[in-house]
């Protein structure tokens, strides 16, 4: 039984379900200038590879808007600042699970990139030693911004 629901699962990894890289498009929350109301324009259209745990690898095509009143305020969909970093291609989730498999379960680069690669993410051992520092520099500021609440329960 455990055989079939095991098939079962593997049919369902973005792989599978995603033989190629989708497209996924992301826009603002907003479509008006928050200080003057006028309708926002499109300044640019920008595609980036984007590659999380859940979905796997995708195209990430999202909408820079701009105020024509207000030109230096721009404004880019916060869904997509959720996902992953700026300029970067693998999402927080991804760092996550690199981070947790290096220093928690005390995992090489290579056990990394092979559980990875079953997951459909597929990255070397330097990207895996790169994000692996990113999850320490993060998890540093986390820390840093948490202070003023720990004191506090302190």
């Known amino acids: 039984m455990k055989h079939f629901v095991d098939r079962l699962i ?14 996924i498009h992301f826009y603002p929350n907003i479509r008006q200038c928050p200080e003057c109301k006028a309708r926002l324009h499109v300044l640019k ?3 980036k590879s984007v590659v999380t745990m859940d979905i796997g690898a995708f195209w990430a095509k999202h909408r820079l808007m701009y105020c024509p009143n ?7 969909s916060e869904q997509l600042k959720r996902l992953v970093p700026k300029s970067a291609t ?12 290096l220093f928690v379960r005390c995992r ?14 597929f990255i070397s051992e330097r990207e895996i030693s790169y ?22 329960f302190i």
Do not use: C, W
């Open 90 to 101: 693998f999402g927080y989730d991804v760092i996550v699970a690199v981070g947790t498999a």
């Open 70 to 76: 207000h030109r230096q305020n721009t404004f880019s």
């Open 108 to 121: 090489s680069n290579k056990e990394v990139m092979d559980e990875l690669a079953a997951k459909n993410i």
């Open 10 to 23: 593997g049919n369902f990894q973005s792989a599978v379900l995603f033989p190629i890289k989708p497209t």
């Open 45 to 47: 259209t920008v595609t």
């Open 131 to 152: 994000l692996g520092r990113k999850f320490i520099i993060y998890l540093a500021l986390a820390h840093r911004q948490s202070q003023p609440l720990l004191k506090s």
